[in-house]
């Protein structure tokens, strides 16, 4: 378990800023509009 | 300076050239496609398609450069690298194939068809992951010796945390490097629309990108003890690119100085690009081969450096003529070319 943390949840949260920024791109209404 | 630091000098610089370069042409082949999915494509297809029309032929000039005079310089890599490449490099390859024949498709063939944006915008992210690989086997680990030839461990390359932290941060740089330069040049054209799409698309990016380049030096500690020290040697570079990443951002997020927001990006890539390879040296491959290992004959080193001295005489003037003539001849960017 202690390693898992120490070698993928640091990936797994970068992982995650990018599914995020990709779907923030998508929905982006504001400039749709 | 030694001949050898000399000729890996020059290697870097056009390594880095291509980094650049390429990153914004693929960078923008994905957000011509990700504009597609998001229905924005009216907004930015027409500036995205202005700016690589005459980029991409440019772009691979540095990657052949590199590539003949890495092998020129240290003959040894061929060995070491030939063998453990051959899968990577081939599906980079593969990979330059569709998105070059995309341009010939989508010139003469049908226009806008969906398939060949989405294979032209996921090769814009794929090319970079592939080459990137290249980076990851040169921190040692993943070559075995120990049979007649050098092998690749693909369990432990594709298992390890630390290829992937690699292969994500050349992702999002593509995409931040990409969007940054884009919003420049939007600007220029007057196109403001696509301009603060293109700013939004670098806001968002920019937090993917610092994360991810805080984790491979998070990673490398665990996978490269020996390096990372040395890294840690050179780290007002990286508080540099640091310092730079934020000047950056900051213009683009207060809408004034695109121009120079992409300039600090530049600098701030470079810095952590030098700091990297300086920290990297002397090996070219952890722990099997160094600069010094194998190096080419003084007559052949000498005319390398004549040759690829001579090479960025013309490729800077050509490039400084494809930017004054197309990219930011007024009437070009604004389609009354």
């Known amino acids: 378990m202690q390693t898992f943390l120490i070698m993928y949840a640091p990936i797994i949260v970068v992982f995650l800023s990018i599914i995020a920024a990709f779907w923030a791109g998508l929905k982006d209404e504001k400039i749709h509009s | 300076m030694t001949l050898e630091l000399l000729g890996i000098s020059v290697l870097w610089l056009f390594l880095f050239g291509y980094i650049i370069v390429a990153s914004i042409d693929f960078g923008a082949g994905f957000f011509s496609a990700y504009s597609d999915m998001a229905k924005k494509k009216h907004v930015i297809h027409k500036i995205i398609q202005r700016y690589l029309s005459p980029v991409w032929e440019v772009t691979n000039v540095f990657l052949v450069f590199f590539f003949v005079g890495i092998v020129g310089f240290f003959p040894k890599t061929a060995y070491y690298y030939g063998y453990t490449l051959l899968v990577p490099v081939s599906i980079s390859i593969i990979l330059l194939a569709i998105r070059g024949s995309y341009y010939a498709f989508s010139t003469y063939g049908l226009k806008d068809h969906k398939l060949y ?81 293109l700013r939004r698309y670098t806001v968002i990016w920019s937090g993917p990108t610092i994360l991810s380049a805080l984790l491979i030096i998070y990673q490398l500690k665990y996978h490269n003890p020996e390096h990372f020290v040395r890294l840690m040697d050179v780290s007002w570079m990286l508080i540099g690119s640091f310092l730079l990443f934020i000047f950056s951002l900051y213009l683009i997020v207060k809408r004034g100085y695109f121009g120079w927001s992409f300039i600090l990006l530049v600098l701030q890539y470079g810095l952590a690009f030098y700091a990297y390879g300086i920290s990297h040296y002397p090996y070219l491959l952890y722990p099997y081969l160094t600069i010094y290992d194998g190096f080419t004959n003084e007559t052949m080193a000498v005319s390398l450096v004549i040759a690829f001295i001579a090479g960025l005489f013309l490729l800077i003037p050509s490039l400084y003529l494809l930017l004054k003539l197309f990219l930011f001849n007024k009437n070009y960017v604004k389609g009354q070319l």
């Open chain 2, 117 to 197: 944006m989405f294979l032209y915008g996921i090769t814009g992210l794929f090319i970079p992951a592939s080459l990137s690989i290249v980076l990851v086997i040169s921190e040692g680990g993943f070559v075995d010796l120990s049979q007649h030839h050098p092998t690749l461990l693909y369990k432990d390359l594709f298992i390890s945390p630390f290829t992937w932290s690699i292969v994500l941060l050349s992702i999002v740089s593509v995409l931040y490097i990409s969007a940054n330069f884009l919003t420049y040049y939007a600007h220029e054209a007057g196109d403001f629309k696509a301009r603060d799409l």
